[in-house]
């Protein structure tokens, strides 16, 4: 039987790591301050940006909370973000994704500051990832990173695939899998034998984004399995791509759903926030 990775404590422990930090910085004073805009009340990203603010409370961090209303124009929108590039009191912007119709994502992703994209979407700075500088990486495939690490699990020399390609979780979570040395395979819908690729995994992450999509014909004997999927069912009952019942007797390792992957995201977060308020303090 798997050993479950625990995303939920080793989210806190980030998250105690984050508050001292912010605290040492709020004695030299600077408050690491994150701005979050909303467009619209979906309800879905209410509860997300509710979620970001309790964890900026909990770690120390001041949220600025930018609420604009559905109608709100991309003129509007790109000013507000123009501004808050421009002040020296801010330090991370989020734009809660996704936005009304209307809006042009990608220019407003593009307009947020690549030394304040806090959720690392600029091509900036998807390019030092890829090019190994330094900057801001996607917040769920770096704290898959940290689930990994700080559960002792080396990645070096790894046979390890990535089941997806986005540009928020696949693309950046390959790319991380080879800076730290792994050997890199990224599936997607058009990948042939899909079953034969991930059965070589030593590290199999998922994000597909279809519930208990891989099952344990999937999986090879004492593989670790990333689940970064995330379902609710008819009954409110949240699951993952990966069919935990039948794949966690095989694995070594494997993240629950949730509790898993999920927490690690807004962990991550107010690690980058921490890190654009260090290097904005030197
Ligand atoms: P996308 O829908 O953007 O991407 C899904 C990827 O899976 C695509 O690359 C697609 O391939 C591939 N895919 C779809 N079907 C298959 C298949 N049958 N076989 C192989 N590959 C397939 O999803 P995201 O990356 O944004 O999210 C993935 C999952 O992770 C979702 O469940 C989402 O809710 C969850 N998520 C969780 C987060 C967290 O904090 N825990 C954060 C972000 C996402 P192709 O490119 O060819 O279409």
Do not use: W
């Not at 309790?54 to 507000?80: M, P």
């Not at 042009?104 to 998807?126: A, L, M, Y």
């Not at 949730?258 to 107010?270: E, R």
């Amino acid at each position: 039987m798997a050993q479950i990775i625990d995303g939920k404590v080793i989210s806190a422990q980030m998250k105690e790591e984050v508050k001292q930090r912010a605290a040492k910085l709020a004695a030299q004073g600077t408050t690491v301050t994150l701005a979050v805009i909303q467009v619209g009340n979906d309800p879905a990203s209410s509860v997300y940006v509710g979620n970001k603010k309790k964890a900026c409370e909990y770690v120390g961090i001041r949220s600025l909370a930018y609420e604009l209303e559905e109608d709100t124009t991309q003129k509007e929108l790109l000013e507000l973000i123009q501004e808050l590039n421009g002040r020296g009191d801010v330090n991370g912007i989020l734009v809660q994704l996704p936005l009304p119709g209307h809006i042009r994502e990608e220019e407003v992703i593009q307009t947020i500051s690549p030394d304040k994209d806090v959720d690392g979407f600029h091509v900036q700075n998807v390019g030092r990832l890829n090019v190994g500088g330094e900057g801001f990486v996607s917040c769920t495939p770096a704290g898959v990173i940290q689930l990994l690490k700080r559960s002792g699990i080396m990645i070096e020399g790894k046979e390890c695939v990535v089941v997806g390609r986005s540009n928020i979780v696949g693309k950046p979570m390959a790319a991380l899998l080879l800076r730290e040395n792994g050997t890199v395979t990224v599936c997607h819908s058009r990948t042939k034998n899909l079953a034969e690729v991930t059965r070589r995994a030593d590290i199999l992450v998922v994000a597909i984004g279809k519930p208990k999509f891989i099952t344990a014909e999937y999986v090879k004997d004492g593989a670790v399995v990333v689940d970064v999927g995330i379902h609710r069912n008819e009954n409110g009952k949240l699951c993952g791509d990966v069919d935990f019942d039948s794949v966690s007797p095989k694995a070594s390792y494997i993240t629950p759903v949730p509790g898993g992957v999920g927490p690690m995201t807004i962990a991550m977060l107010m690690e980058n926030c921490l890190q654009s308020a260090e290097r904005m303090a030197r």
